[in-house]
């Protein structure tokens, strides 16, 4: 199979969206590409005494809108076009929750896996020494991404504030709560998906509780969604995958069991009570609700026929591809889109950053309160747009975002 291109599939989703909205050529051809990208190349001290030199990423998509805001993913196949391709859609995705914010993703290639807490660490340091410039709480402001932690966050924040001086802890989101983090940032992602869900769920008059849910990809946000689909939605866990494989059981999984387990043995293999399955086959069983919570390009035209979830809840960022969406569409699998589905993520980062600013911080039921109004309006105006439009909920929600970011291009004179 030929490998997808991320950054190609993000752009092929912007021309329909354009195409629909009658967007005149320059507006177009500015949202099709990034505004600003910088690429480094920066030298990590290792344990054993050698250096290595890793390569790093910043893509500001488009400040149209606000400062720059978008995580930061370390991993082995990380390249220019996953990061261009996670900037476009945390710029749709800042604009379909109507936060201030532009949109950036960053990334370092690299096994984090392989790497020590020092190594780590120096690679954190690192990578803000080599990006510093571009940063800065008016400019672009990272946030946590896979493989990338609190802990993570906390020594980029240090770092930042080491090179210019001053406190600074707004320069970053996803901090550990005595740094300046938000109550509800750790569970936002998941949390914001469930709420969506929720009102999906009210919208298409199906009754969730005690109806199977299956979780591919059971890293943070995937193991939030697992616990909190059971808590607040009632939903039963029949499966879970991660990289090394899969588990089901029809009859129903605990949750917290298999995240305690899965924190205690770094996989799912061998969970008691349940039986092995492929990773690609947890896409594909009868579920009321499915959550792709892993990488890009999950669902293909090789699969997507195979998907018989009621509701597919995208919690990954770009986990189908576009010929794949048109099967889901026709075979009525109804799909809370990326960008909306994980927005929660991003929007208790931005509650972060207000509170950073104020240095006033919300206790844990104003942030859940505030979350779940953003993201109940963002849903409910994609669904407006879908019915009014009769067009899928990811084109949906791209005429909406889109729309707002062209009418700031256009207030300021850009095109
Ligand atoms: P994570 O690293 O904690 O988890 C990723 C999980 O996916 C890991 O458990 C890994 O084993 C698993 N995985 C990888 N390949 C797989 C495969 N082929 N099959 C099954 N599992 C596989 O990362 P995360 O923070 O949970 O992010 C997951 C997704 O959510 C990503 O697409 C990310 O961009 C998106 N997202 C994360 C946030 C956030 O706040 N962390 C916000 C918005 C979107």
Redesign the pocket.
């Known amino acids: 199979m030929v490998a997808l291109n991320p950054f190609a599939i993000a752009q092929q989703q912007l021309d329909r969206a354009a195409a629909r909205l009658g967007l005149d050529r320059a507006t177009h051809e500015l949202l099709r590409w990034p505004q600003k990208e910088l690429i480094v190349a920066f030298p990590v001290q290792m344990d054993d005494g050698s250096s290595r030199v890793f390569r790093g990423y910043r893509v500001q998509y488009n400040g149209a809108r606000g400062p720059s805001k978008g995580?930061i993913?370390w991993h082995p196949d990380e390249t220019i076009d996953t990061v261009r391709a996670?900037a476009a859609w945390m710029t749709w995705?800042t604009s379909v929750v109507d936060i201030p914010l532009g949109g950036a993703t960053g990334g370092v290639t690299c096994n984090p896996k392989e790497m020590s807490e020092g190594e780590k660490q120096r690679l954190a340091r690192g990578y803000i020494r080599a990006v510093a410039d571009v940063l800065g709480i008016s400019k672009d402001v990272p946030?946590?991404?896979?493989?990338?932690t609190p802990q993570i966050m906390a020594w980029m924040m240090d770092e930042y504030e080491t090179l210019v001086g001053e406190h600074h802890p707004g320069v970053i989101t996803?901090k550990p709560l005595p740094l300046g983090g938000s109550e509800g940032?750790s569970d936002?992602?998941a949390r914001g998906g469930i709420y969506a869900t929720r009102e999906a769920a009210r919208e298409l008059g199906v009754d969730l509780a005690g109806k199977p849910m299956a979780v591919?990809?059971?890293?943070?946000?995937?193991?939030?969604a697992a616990l909190l689909g059971h808590e607040i939605l009632g939903l039963k866990l029949v499966a879970a995958?991660?990289?090394?494989g899969?588990i089901h059981n029809p009859k129903g999984l605990d949750p917290r069991a298999v995240v305690d387990y899965?924190h205690r043995t770094g996989s799912l293999q061998g969970f008691p009570g349940a039986e092995p399955i492929d990773?690609?086959a947890?896409l594909e069983l009868p579920v009321a609700l499915l959550f792709p919570?892993?990488?890009?390009n999950?669902i293909t035209v090789e699969n997507a026929a195979r998907i018989k979830a009621r509701i597919c809840c995208e919690?990954?960022?770009?986990?189908t591809t576009p010929d794949a969406d048109a099967i889901l569409s026709d075979n009525g699998v109804f799909v809370v889109p990326?960008f909306l589905a994980?927005?929660?993520?991003?929007t208790v980062?931005y509650f972060e950053q207000v509170q950073n600013t104020y240095n006033f911080y919300w206790p844990l039921s104003e942030v859940h309160q505030r979350l779940d109004e953003k993201m109940t309006r963002a849903f409910s105006g994609v669904y407006q747009m879908h019915t009014r439009e009769k067009v899928n909920m990811r084109l949906a929600a791209y005429l909406v975002a889109v729309a707002r970011v062209a009418e700031a291009c256009k207030l300021r004179g850009w095109v």
């Open positions: 995580g993913r996670l995705k946030g946590p991404d896979v493989y990338t996803g940032r936002a992602t591919q990809g059971f890293g943070h946000v995937g193991q939030t995958s991660d990289s090394k899969g899965k990773t690609g947890v919570a892993a990488l890009e999950v919690l990954a960022n770009g986990p990326d994980n927005a929660g993520g991003v980062s």
